[in-house]
């Protein structure tokens, strides 16, 4: 569960932040006004019947449209074309009106961004998170003007824009009064994104992704341009400012479209990258199925920039060929969250939506798609939902947004041989989060899929135990064999376990061998959940099993079998004949071990141990004597 603090998007740190700040700001603002001119509202009314009233809306308006024109390259590092318009207000008008103008301005933004959030149905928060955020950016920007006013006045004594000149003082002045503001914008803007989850790291990270030489050189010709309109607004007539104001515009335009090319190249040889990961990854013929699916949802999800990535398969026993199975592996913690909602993602897929009246519901995101995913399977093309709220309430599907904690989602069969024999699909928590370049990316990742399954079915058929689901007898000896060398090599400790159930043939002779079999396949699921990715587990014959823990001591390795020994006695089978009791008995070997040089040595020694256990009255764990030790083998008895 959440914690109340948690540092989200629309958290109670982000909050206090927004609302504590901004009030802050205006505070200091309004006593400032009410100081110089004895009141705020007179200021306001008077603006435009004083001589600079023109330059003011013009001004204002130059901000604006750059402002809008800049923020559509959605980057982080883009704040000089504002920083400069900035030194523009603070070199032009006295303090009172640079922090109003300013202040409006900031106002009008953040209006405009709701307006844009809210039209491509963006996450907003309530209602206290909207006002907070205009009151506090407008509350910024008009701190920031007083910041750079406060520099200049301490620069010049007198306002600049009253005794105007452009000497050696200026040269110094100015780029403080620059630097002031830079270096508070970044500040702040750093600041409410560490309050949302944003480390510094990261965002030096896209800083440098987003801000080339060239770039920044760029960008700074808009600032050194802004400090030319306000040479040339003191010293000479409007018209030229107004020139110089559309050469401006033009180059913040030009600097916009420039960054929206260079984040669709940087995405696209990210892409690139991650779809030879991916390309990688689904080319290795010696890999399981749920090893493929694993290594897919890693990379596969970055490449979409999805929260979820999910693979719909049908199963293979034909009983019920018309179901789709959804193939579920662990994934880790989404980016983002959902609106209005606080979730939680568990370590197994499942969400848990905590309600404000503190009941949690569980929810499996990826299996509630099934609909979703069976709709693909049944026209045979792709689908792609680009706002899932809108469309359940247009075409009343309400499990869409009951059930499912996205707001798109896309998927595409898998097909092979005009035959479909599963669904891939993405989902995200934002809205329009895929295109038509995802669509056919996620398409052209179907079809290596399939190659992909195809192999992973040829070596499973070589490798994999067909009842069991774990390796077979040769491919856990040439693993062994692998890890045996490596821990020689590397001077390192590893542990084979060897186990078999406890009086089996009972069961065989008392129910049958199809109980039998049922009790071998509950058991190979059981083991297999209490293990690490990295160990491996087998059948070696009959009813003996093999573990093996690479990378493990001794005494982990026998608390590693101590731990799966009691497992196995305390949760009975449960079978078509009913639920049957079971125990088992282990015998653990370890490297490295006095006498043993090879890996079937090792397995030898194991195997000895196992039959200790059992003579010594079963349900038991015996630790192998190294070889020509006298026997002395430690049990842990049930």
Known sequence: ??????????????????????????????????????????????????????????????????????????????LLAEDGLMVLFVLVFPTELTITLLGLAGVLESISQHAERLQRRLPMGDWSIVLGEIIFQGGVAAFVGLTGSTVEQAGHFTEWHLAPRFGLRELVV???????????????????????????????????????????????????????????????????????????????????????????????????????????????????????????????????????????????????????????????????????????????????????????????????????????????????????????????????????????????PLEAEKKVLGVISVASQQPQAFSEQDEEMLRALGQQLVGALEKARLYELATIDGLTGLLNARAVRARLAEVFAKTLADNGQMGVLMFDIDFFKKVNDTYGHEVGNEVLQYLSKLVRSKLRDTDIAGRYGGEEFIVILPQTPVKGALDVAERLRRHIAARPVPTTAGELPITASFGVAYLPMPGVTTPDKLVEVADQALYASKRNGRNQVTLASAPGVSESETSAPA
Request: proline share 3%.
């Open 1 to 78: 569960m959440l914690s109340r603090f948690a540092r989200t998007p629309f958290g109670l740190p982000y909050k206090l932040l927004i609302w504590g700040l901004g009030l802050a700001f205006w505070s200091l603002v309004i006593v400032i006004e009410l100081k110089v001119l004895g009141g705020l509202w007179v200021d306001l009314f008077g603006l435009f019947r004083q001589r600079d009233g023109l330059a003011a809306a013009v001004f204002l308006l130059l901000l604006m449209v750059c402002t809008f024109l800049r923020r559509r390259s959605d980057a982080y590092a883009h």
């Open 174 to 412: 100015i780029p403080l009064i620059y630097l002031s503001i830079f270096t508070m914008r970044v500040s702040v803007s750093f600041l409410t994104m560490w309050t949302r989850g944003i480390s510094l790291a990261l965002f030096l990270q896209d800083v440098r992704a987003t801000q080339s030489v060239i770039t920044f050189l760029a960008e700074f010709a808009t600032v050194v341009l802004s400090i030319m309109i306000a040479v040339v607004y003191a010293r000479l007539d409007f018209l030229p400012v107004v020139a110089l104001g559309t050469v401006l515009v033009a180059l913040v335009a030009l600097l916009s479209k420039q960054a929206e090319a260079a984040a669709r190249q940087q995405r696209t040889i990210a892409e690139m990258k991650i779809l030879v990961g991916v390309g990688r990854a689904l080319s290795n013929p010696a890999q399981t199925r749920r090893e493929l699916l694993k290594a897919l949802y890693q990379e596969g999800r970055d490449l979409f920039r999805a929260d979820s990535l999910a693979v719909y398969l049908f199963p293979e026993d034909g009983h019920q060929p018309q179901i789709l199975e959804w193939q579920a592996v662990t994934t880790a913690r989404p980016k983002s969250e959902r609106r209005g909602t606080m979730l939680d993602f568990q370590q197994s897929g499942n969400w848990t939506a905590n309600s404000s009246t503190g009941e949690q519901v569980a929810l499996v995101p990826e299996r509630d798609a099934l609909g979703l995913a069976e709709w693909c399977v049944q026209h045979k093309q792709a689908l792609r939902l680009q706002d899932i709220e809108r469309e359940a309430a247009l075409y009343n599907y309400r499990w869409l947004t009951e059930r499912l904690p996205y707001r798109s989602w896309m998927g595409v």
